[in-house]
């Protein structure tokens, strides 16, 4: 691990940044080679030797000119201390001469050519908005005009490339925030899958078609929600057939709860060498569909035999009594008694099969959850664009039902009023229905009732708005109800229209003790960096582990000596994002009182968790979250501690990876240093309401933002497989030992 | 208070003749008189004409249906005391409610028991004595 003190490469050394800052040359005792020394210490370099050079060529010029003098002279000493002299002040005079010359070039060529450099190396790297100062390189003739054209030509190239590569951005941002709309809304469940099947993308629908069958979210394991067999299969056909039709099948759930009928197509990865060959699947929900076409046929069958029976005998009965033979009144008084008795079976049959044939009519008419103020909003429109005077109210409730048919009846019903133009101010209103236990929709106006047979014509009209011929009776059919007038007394005549409210769709548990994010669509639906298939299961890369991040709120700090939980709560990391949305989040009944210390830390009372899962419940359900993801806590080993005592009393083995944040700031801040969640949060500057603290979510959301930042921070330093961070807690096994902090 | 059970007036409206036949056979073992007659448009005139205490109307025959017939007798004043019994083969659900919602005393939906039409026609054409 480098120091960061230390130099790294291409960072200047203190001997360069002391060069560069106009200070004295220096040497390291090393021959420098001429093209790695700076500029000024060439130059200075450059001047030394001319001053050398010139120094040396006067003292030979005074050793020749004292040697040309007789030694045997008497003037020659008077002349030879001339010419020391000579040189002397020569030698001095060339020197400051030189100096003064080196000091000039130094300042106003060699420190503004290296500033020059510098700026020009510093914008080449990152955008620099003030404009080129170079004033201070005016002696460098053209090099500085050229520089600043350099610069600004620079500056203005990355701000054009910033700007489009901003618009682009904006684009695809565009562009991919329809897709996701998209793909929200694709009215069959889609899923896209990795190679080892694991949920890459799945929209709204499939949520809705598989939640109440496990967990669907980034990274889940597709095989544990659908039955792999019929899967496996497709993807085995369709690789061998190397076709581009993609494949058909039915499949069901794990369990066998639902049946869909799916489509299976290859798709290669993101990047097709490294990303492995993933698929999309669609699901289309035929429980019902099959169901419904199993309960008619049932009911065919049970007509044939129910009623083919009876009369049969009742025609040979009646046939018989036609015989002389049963002239005789005892034998004609039994084979009376046996029409008698055939007839009554023949019409139980008809009148039960009767009533399965209603009861089953109006499911094979295209239902949906609909409010009752769509339904009348179409017809307010309706009604708008065809200037049909009408008022429209409802008692705002939803209601099974064909709604768009059930507006066009309802518009064409007040067309048909209208158009006679004895009836004025029209009103249409829908109230619940106590007696069908479904709505009352009921159209009244002012003027001349409406005669039953005249309804009755209107109703065998086929339905506006491109039914394919069906009339408005049959609308009133599928939904297995009827239309009739009614004028009572002094009240308006209206037509009431009853809609029952068939097939109500499962209502999902009601959980108030679970605070899973239940409405909405998910903000993260897709991750295509999930795609990658891991080269192993060995020395996994830190980054791409899944992981829940977790924590705990208890009734004290004693897990092995009566303490228990009262919230467990967990956020999921998939590919270094944490999924906010894909949470777990339980309050637990602990099974003992919660002391009032407990609850002023975190604001759980003994209200609050009455009824809630116990302890063993919430842990179970919470490892059927974690699946096979790895488990990130602040102080992992205490709230580990409940959690595995659970699993302990249930028999139930469970084994996972469990990274500690108290570590990870141990390793990277040193043990000495704070190491309290709060003071994470504050040293990475993520913030949270303060409401939040002290609850299991809010510490686990707060602890998974951390923990992201550690682990970046934990891989530039190297330790970025699982296998450098086992080491790493082995290192610090002491400190860890040593108590909790948080 | 003792109810006594007078000979009344029934108006049968039923197309179907071999229904017809069983019902009237019924009624009149009731000690009633039964006109019938089979067809909407003969319904009409026959109320008109009979003013019976009570009529059996069938809900699909030819001409006005029994629905009609219904809302018709409810609309005339000098026809309130008429009650009205409802047999229908619909299968409808609603057919009740709309029967009962147009006026109608009674509703039995075919195929039906006898003892249920005899109550039927009883509890409707019952007369309290003082």
Redesign the interface.
């Known amino acids: 691990m480098s120091s960061s003190v230390e130099p790294t490469d291409g960072a200047p050394s203190p001997m360069q940044d002391r060069m560069q800052g106009g200070g004295a040359p220096d040497w390291n005792g090393e021959t420098p080679s001429w093209t790695r020394l700076s500029l000024r210490l060439r130059m200075f370099l450059f001047f030394a030797l001319i001053v050398a050079g010139g120094i040396a060529v006067i003292v030979a010029a005074a050793v020749y000119a004292g040697s040309r003098l007789d030694p045997s002279a008497v003037a020659t000493t008077k002349a030879q201390s001339a010419v020391l002299l000579t040189a002397i002040v020569a030698a001095f005079g060339l020197l400051a001469l030189t100096t003064w010359v080196w000091l000039m070039f130094d300042e106003n060529v060699a420190k503004p050519v290296m500033a020059l450099a510098s700026e020009l190396r510093a914008r080449a790297h990152s955008k620099i908005e003030r404009d080129l100062d170079a004033e201070d390189a005016r002696y460098l003739g053209d090099l500085a005009p050229a520089a600043v054209a350099i610069a600004k030509g620079l500056s203005d190239s990355q701000s054009a490339l910033e700007e489009a590569a901003a618009r682009e951005r904006e684009r695809i941002a565009q562009e991919r925030a329809r897709l996701e709309e998209v793909v929200r809304d694709v009215p069959v469940g889609c899923l896209l899958c990795s190679e080892a099947h694991r949920i890459v993308l799945f929209n709204q629908q499939a949520v809705d078609l598989l939640d109440t069958i496990g967990e669907v979210g980034l990274s889940r394991d597709l095989f544990s929600l659908l039955h792999e067999g019929p899967v496996l299969a497709a993807i085995d056909w369709l690789k061998r057939s190397r076709g581009n039709d993609p494949a058909e099948f039915l499949c069901t759930t794990r369990g066998g709860e639902r049946m869909f009928q799916a489509r299976l197509r290859l798709c290669p990865g993101p990047a097709a060498v490294n990303g492995g060959e993933g698929y999309v699947l669609t699901l289309n929900d035929v429980t019902y569909e099959l169901a419904d076409h199993a309960g008619r046929e049932m009911l065919l069958r049970d007509v044939f035999d129910q009623i083919r029976r009876p009369a049969a005998n009742i025609s040979s009965t009646v046939a018989a009594l036609g015989l002389p033979e049963t002239a005789d009144p005892k034998r004609r008084q039994a084979l009376q008694a046996a029409v008698v008795g055939e007839v009554k079976a023949l019409a139980t049959a008809i009148t039960t099969l009767g009533q399965r044939y209603e009861t089953r009519a109006a499911t094979w008419w295209p239902m949906a959850e609909i409010s009752t103020d769509g339904i009348l909003a179409a017809v307010r429109a309706r009604c708008v664009a065809e200037e049909i005077p009408l008022i429209a109210s409802a008692d705002p409730f939803t209601l099974r039902c064909d709604g768009f048919a059930l507006a066009r009846l309802l518009g064409d019903l007040a067309q048909r009023l209208t158009a006679s133009g004895e009836r004025q101010k029209i009103t249409l209103s829908a109230l619940r229905d106590t007696d069908s236990d479904g709505a009352l929709f009921v159209l009244s106006w002012d003027g001349e009732g409406v005669q039953i047979g005249e309804l009755e014509a209107w109703l065998d009209t086929p339905l506006s708005g491109g039914y394919s011929g069906l009339t408005l009776r049959d609308a009133l059919r599928s939904h297995g109800t009827d239309l009739w007038p009614e004028e009572i007394g002094d009240d308006r005549p209206r037509l009431v229209l009853p809609v029952r409210s068939p097939g109500e769709a499962e209502a999902k548990a009601d959980a108030p003790f679970d605070r899973r994010l239940e409405s909405g669509a998910r903000t993260h639906f897709y991750d295509f960096g999930l795609f990658t298939p891991m080269s192993g299961d060995t020395d996994i890369p830190l980054d791409r582990l899944e992981y829940v991040v977790f924590d705990s709120e208890t009734t004290g700090l004693l897990p092995y000596d009566g303490d228990e939980i009262v919230q467990l709560a967990g956020v999921r990391i998939v590919n270094n994002r944490l999924l906010g949305d894909d949470r777990f989040d339980l309050l637990v009944d602990p099974g003992r009182p919660i002391p009032a210390s407990a609850t002023a830390i975190h604001g759980i009372c003994e209200d609050q968790i009455r009824g809630a899962p116990t302890p063993a419940e919430t842990t179970e359900r919470f490892v059927r979250f974690c699946g096979d993801a790895a488990l990130i806590a602040h102080n992992a080993r205490f709230d580990l501690a409940f959690l595995n005592r659970y699993c302990a009393t249930m028999g139930q083995d469970w084994q996972p990876v469990v990274l500690d944040t108290v570590l990870m700031s141990a390793i990277l801040f040193g043990q000495s240093a704070e190491h309290s969640l709060d003071a994470l949060a504050e040293r990475f500057g993520v913030t949270f309401p303060e409401a939040t603290r002290h609850t299991a979510l809010g510490d686990a959301l707060v602890t998974g933002d951390v923990a992201l930042k550690m682990l970046a921070m934990l891989r530039g330093r190297g330790v970025e497989r699982l296998s450098d961070y086992e080491r790493e807690a082995q290192r610090h096994q002491a400190f860890l030992a040593r108590g909790s902090t948080g | 208070m003792a109810h006594r059970q007078s000979a009344k007036s029934v108006l049968l409206v039923e197309d179907e003749d071999s229904i017809a036949l069983a019902l009237q056979f019924l009624i009149e073992r009731e000690g009633h008189q039964v006109h019938r007659v089979a067809d909407g448009v003969a319904a009409q005139a026959a109320i008109k004409e009979h003013r019976p205490d009570l009529v059996l109307l069938d809900i699909m025959m030819p001409g006005?249906?029994g629905?009609?017939i219904?809302?018709e007798i409810r609309r005339d004043p000098t026809l309130q005391g008429v009650k009205i019994l409802i047999l229908t083969a619909s299968?409808?659900?609603?057919?009740r409610?709309?029967s009962l919602?147009?006026g109608a005393d009674g509703f039995l939906?075919k195929?039906?028991?006898n003892e249920a039409v005899q109550g039927e026609v009883r509890r409707l054409l019952t007369e309290r004595a003082a």
């Open positions: 006005p249906s629905y009609e219904c809302q299968g409808n659900p609603m057919a409610r709309k919602a147009l939906a195929p039906f028991a």
